[in-house]
């Protein structure tokens, strides 16, 4: 992958809401969990399309120093519909696109994707083509995602999104792999992350994002990120 740098580089994709990345496997470098943030994934790597699902829990991805990665990173709730999958079958897995889709076809994707000359932009066609072929994502998918990101309880967000509890633990387990309460612990952990990496101290940053004190931040991280919030912090 010529067109890659060492480590990892993304961009606004034109398909609305994703992240189109890049990640090259650094020698020396110390490697960094890749978080639960309420999304999905798909990849290309050594010559194959692959689809990463939501996570629960830290994942330490695999491959040797100069191993490079492709990815178009979707909105939350926004990959099932493209894949055809309700978000939950794929948990905390990563699975080859070919067993979601026909795998001929797949295998002819992924020949286009290697050989193209802009593979991130090959990748990102796959996607853009497929949103093109399907109904848009629901809107109320990013009024749950937009009222739990910004603290709302649970039942608050039921109501602003016009939902039943239950029907909303429901949408949300096809459309984000878990519930409500997960996500919205996922979404607050990515936004403590981003205020502690702006220099803030981790008092005020545990206040600021909804947690009860920066004890309960500190447990969250280990438990999500699996590793102390120091040592994630000094890493990144």
Not at 82 to 104: I, N, Q, S, T, Y
Not at 199 to 205: E, Q, R
Not at 217 to 224: F, I, S
Request: proline content about 7%; overall charge positive.
């Amino acid at each position: 992958m010529a067109e890659v740098v060492l480590g990892y580089w993304e961009r606004p994709s034109r398909l609305p809401g994703a992240v189109v990345w890049t990640n090259t496997n650094v020698s020396g470098a110390a490697a960094l969990p890749v978080l639960p943030d309420g999304c999905m994934d798909l990849l290309w790597s050594n010559g194959k399309l692959l689809v990463a699902g939501p996570d629960t829990r830290a994942y330490m991805a695999d491959g040797a120093p100069g191993t490079g990665w492709i990815g178009i990173r979707f909105a939350p709730g926004s990959a099932p519909a493209l894949l055809g999958v309700p978000a939950h079958e794929l948990r905390d897995k990563r699975v080859e696109l070919a067993d979601l889709w026909p795998a001929a076809a797949v295998r002819r994707l992924a020949e286009q994707v290697g050989a193209a000359a802009d593979q991130t932009g090959a990748l990102e066609a796959i996607a853009l083509r497929r949103a093109y072929d399907i109904e848009p994502p629901d809107p109320v998918l990013r009024r749950i995602v937009g009222a739990l990101d910004a603290g709302w309880s649970v039942a608050a967000t039921a109501e602003a999104a016009g939902l039943g509890a239950r029907v909303l633990h429901r949408r949300s387990l096809a459309a984000f792999g878990y519930g409500p309460k997960t996500l919205a612990r996922i979404l607050r952990l990515q936004r403590a992350l981003a205020v502690a990496r702006s220099g803030v101290p981790l008092a005020d940053t545990a206040f600021r994002t909804g947690f009860a004190d920066q004890a309960h931040l500190a447990r969250d991280v280990r438990e999500l990120a699996g590793m102390p919030l120091s040592e994630l912090l000094a890493r990144s």
